[in-house]
């Protein structure tokens, strides 16, 4: 399985922040050590086009330049700087080679990512650029340019965060279906509308959040009944995790698992190729964060290795073109 990373592109941030900038570096760590399966690509920055295609392009000239005001740097929450903007495109260009990947092969991932509190004209949250978005609408161009059809999009954002960013990004986009499951007194205080939102008590413990994702899932099916689903993006966010700093809410290590193993057996059965994105985490013990995200891509392995047994990835642009 194809999994992209950018860790050795990292931004100096002031004493006791709390953006686990660490992290994304010792995932990479584990895989190597732990993951023989999976064959790490280091991701290309995107470009100023195809951050366009989700973004303003005043904007990403501001961001790109230095430009932005102190409050909207604020809003983001880290220092602005060249590193800044090079991890932030990388993070892009790693999601946009897991979705080309997740078509052909169909399942790949990258090692980060989920930065769904940007928006078209700002960034929030962590976020800068937001890459599922981008990600979302270069594949649809690239699979229309080459296929002379379009191409729905799936995103199931499990991060504990409302994905607010990429919901405004789709709003008024009838081919991308956003799906999120989060928090209800969690940041963004004043949530965004996504084509089906979840919100979570806090304190929500693994079976009341399992039976939650369930009827989500069967209501997202039944709503994409007469319009099939091409591409998946899943935000497999560590932050729900009842070790998390943010997330406030109380899955464990095996909740997660069978969280993700529910996602991803479901977008197999049906035929859609996925693109993982490890989106948050923000553990009292990094560690524990890594460790959650590790599981993750173990899931995502197996899933890979059940996809290989088809008969053929219908879905896959080399053998629809």
């Known amino acids: 399985m194809r ?3 950018f860790d050795r592109f990292t931004i100096p941030l002031p004493p006791g922040h709390r953006f686990p900038v660490s992290k994304s570096a010792m995932l990479r760590e584990q895989v190597e050590a732990s993951c023989p399966d999976v064959q790490l690509i280091d991701s290309p920055p995107a470009s100023d086009g195809e951050l ?20 909207a740097m604020r809003e983001i929450g880290l220092p602005w700087s060249p590193a800044l903007i090079e991890r932030a495109r990388r993070s892009v260009g790693a999601t946009v080679g897991a979705a080309r990947a997740a078509l052909h092969d169909g399942v790949a991932a990258q090692l980060a990512g989920g930065t769904h509190h940007a928006h078209a004209d700002h960034g929030a949250g962590f976020c800068v650029f937001n890459d599922t978005a981008v990600a979302a609408r270069l594949m649809q161009a690239e699979w229309h340019r080459r296929l002379r059809r379009s191409l729905r999009v799936l995103v199931v ?34 949530k965004a ?36 689903v091409g591409l998946a993006f899943y935000l497999a966010g560590a932050d729900p995790h009842e070790g998390d700093r943010l997330g406030r809410l109380k899955l464990t290590d095996d ?16 035929g859609i190729p996925v693109a993982i994105t490890m989106a948050g985490g923000y553990g009292h013990d990094i560690g524990t964060t890594v460790a959650v995200h590790l599981r993750t891509i173990r899931s995502a392995v197996a899933s890979f290795h059940a996809w290989a047994t088809r008969p053929g990835l219908e879905h896959s642009m080399e053998q629809s073109a």
């Open 3 to 5: 999994a992209f990373c």
């Open 52 to 71: 366009a295609l989700a973004h303003s392009p005043s904007y990403v000239h501001d961001a790109a330049q230095g430009l932005l005001s102190a409050a």
């Open 157 to 190: 954002d499990l991060d504990v965060h409302q994905g607010d960013g990429t919901a405004t990004i789709f709003a008024d986009d009838p081919t991308v279906f956003t799906l999120s499951l989060h928090g209800a007194r969690n940041f963004p205080v004043r």
């Open 193 to 228: 509308c996504s084509d089906l939102d979840v919100e979570l008590p806090d304190g929500c413990n693994d079976a009341t959040y399992l039976d939650a994702l369930d009827r989500a899932l069967d209501a997202t099916w039944q709503r994409l009944a007469d319009a099939p």
């Open 255 to 270: 909740g997660l698992l069978a969280r993700d193993q529910r996602v991803l057996d479901a977008l197999r059965e049906r």
